[in-house]
């Protein structure tokens, strides 16, 4: 969750383009004649947190269990309060890149004397092994029709220098151009989505009502282009057959009252395999829930952020049905400062995975959230 200014490997701000900016959305989404283009980024993000601390209320009931149907719900659900698209990779073996589509409604369905009710956030970040933090930048946008697309058949997402679409071929292209960074990112999965919870049906909470519906792509070839200041990064042969993880999420009501924030990782092994999992910490820091029984997060390795002062569990030891692996990150600094966008700072990262005998078994991302301060989602 990203959307203020860019921080470079030399630790110096970049401006990012857009942060201010409003913008459009499909006809799934559509705008009502005479409405204004503009609505000051103060009121904008305020509406958004607002959206994300409130409870669902009557008229935006938890979704009943259903399964999934593709590739409809590859696609946008408007009517959901907030929805996200979310690729990770390794673009080659000491490369990380991120790219993170946000769809949010604000507040009740209605009619906006500004606009729709509907706002896109994005984020983009890239690591080196080899670089002292993560680059990365953000950007957000209204709905105005003709300037953004979110489509509600399959998944087509648009805003100025943003676009992620899947191909009728299941190929998933995605160009971003923002601040410093330009990607462009073509991933394709070897197998049909993963299928999270329960048939797509994931508990967030103790409460029933405390669920999202998730599914997953796992193990896509990734092939990566990207710059920083107009200067390609160079990649190692991987470089063209590099691995992601594509996830897709959406719900109106996710985390639980007591909830400060969770611990996600997504892990794409060298069997072929996949495994993603999660905890939701409470307030002193104690697991609130997990997404399998028997999960436990050992911490193995703090990092302290210079900027924020969050204190991160960045290497886990991670014990489950499975056995234990630990996880252990690419860099320390893969802080995202997104304060100008969801309103809050979090650690999210590339990782590798080793098995108990310490031999890499994998590679993946780490999400750490609410250790700056609790979740607003």
């Known amino acids: ?22 913008a459009g959305d499909t006809p799934a989404c559509r ?27 009557a008229t935006t009931p938890a979704r009943a269990f259903e399964p999934l149907r593709f590739p409809r719900d590859h696609g946008a659900h408007p009517e959901q309060r907030i929805e996200w698209w979310y690729l990770t990779g390794w673009a080659d073996e000491r490369t990380g890149v991120q790219i993170t589509l946000f769809r949010a409604r604000l507040g009740r369905r209605r009619d906006a004397a500004f606009g729709s009710d509907q ?29 953004t697309v979110c ?41 049909a989505p993963v299928l999270q919870g329960l048939a797509g049906h994931s508990r967030k909470g103790p409460n029933p009502d ?3 519906r998730y599914y997953s ?60 999992a999660f905890r939701i910490r409470d307030r002193s820091g ?33 014990h489950s049905r499975r056995g234990t692996l630990l996880l252990k990150p690419l860099i320390a600094a893969q802080e995202i400062d997104a304060r100008a966008s969801t309103g809050n700072r979090y650690w999210e990262g590339a990782v590798r995975a080793y098995d108990h005998q310490g031999q890499q078994i994998g590679r993946g991302y780490l999400e750490l959230t609410g250790y700056d301060r609790p979740m607003r989602l």
Not at 1 to 22: E, K, L, N, Q
Not at 133 to 142: G, N, P, Y
Not at 289 to 314: C, H, K, M, Q
């Open 1 to 22: 969750m990203r959307c203020s200014a860019g921080v470079g490997p030399a630790g110096t701000s970049a401006p990012v383009a857009g942060r201010d900016s409003i």
């Open 31 to 57: 705008v009502p004649a005479g409405s204004t283009p503009s609505l000051p980024r103060r009121t904008l993000l305020g509406s958004a947190l607002a959206l994300w601390a409130q409870p669902a209320n």
């Open 119 to 147: 706002i896109l956030i994005g984020h983009v970040a890239v690591v080196r092994e080899d670089w002292p933090s993560v680059i990365h930048a953000q950007t957000a946008w209204r709905s105005l029709e003709g300037l």
């Open 151 to 191: 489509a509600t058949h399959d998944m087509h997402l648009q805003c100025p220098g943003w676009s992620m679409q899947r191909e009728p071929d299941d190929t998933y292209l995605m160009r971003v151009e923002q601040g410093r960074l330009k990607l462009r990112l073509r991933a394709r999965a070897p197998d």
């Open 210 to 212: 405390q669920f999202s």
């Open 217 to 276: 792509r796992t193990q896509m070839r990734l092939d990566a282009r990207i710059q920083i200041s107009e200067q390609a990064l160079p990649l190692s042969a991987e470089g063209r057959s590099g691995v992601a993880w594509f996830d897709h999420e959406w719900s109106d009501q996710l985390l639980d009252a007591a909830a400060a924030g969770w611990d996600w990782f997504g892990l794409n092994f060298d069997d072929g395999s996949a495994w993603m």
């Open 286 to 318: 104690a697991t609130l829930w997990t997404s399998e029984p028997d999960l436990r997060f050992e911490v193995s390795e703090n990092w302290t952020s210079p900027l924020s002062g969050a204190r991160y569990p960045i290497g886990l030891r991670i």
